[in-house]
């Protein structure tokens, strides 16, 4: 059973950083594909940083190119989600989400965990 929880959310000024992570469970890294998305009120979900094939390298939108991170532990089940340089822009809800058929756009991927806020204020 495929199991994703988020943590690591929460509020920060402008310029601030947070670490997100997500604890998994279930299936194996090399299987699957693994990203990060967000979703702003009102807005469609969008992707922020996705690894397509199992240790691939992560692509990121463009949005937040330079500034994130997305990183894999394997011995611990987890991926992370460094956010330096926040800006008011990426408030939103940041889920992982992960699926085994990787040619599928990432919104229809088939596992997702609850998602965890992030609020950025100026």
């Known amino acids: 059973q495929v199991q994703l929880v988020e943590s690591g959310g929460g509020s920060v000024q402008a310029g601030g950083s947070l670490r997100l992570s997500c604890a998994t469970s279930?299936?194996?890294?090399?299987?699957?594909?693994m990203g990060w998305f967000r979703q702003a009120p009102g807005k469609e979900r969008e992707e922020v940083a996705v690894?397509?094939?199992?240790?691939?390298?992560?692509y990121y939108a463009d949005s937040v190119k330079d500034r994130f991170t997305f990183s894999q532990d394997n011995a611990k089940n987890m991926v992370y989600l460094q956010m330096n340089s926040l800006k008011p822009g990426d408030t939103a809800m940041y889920y992982c989400?992960?699926?085994?058929?990787?040619?599928?756009?990432?919104?229809?991927?088939?596992?997702w965990g609850q998602g965890t806020q992030v609020t950025v204020s100026s």
């Open positions: 989400a992960t699926d085994t058929n990787c040619r599928r756009p990432g919104r229809n991927w088939s596992y």
């Open positions: 279930g299936f194996t890294y090399s299987s699957n594909c």
């Open positions: 690894i397509y094939v199992g240790g691939g390298k992560p």
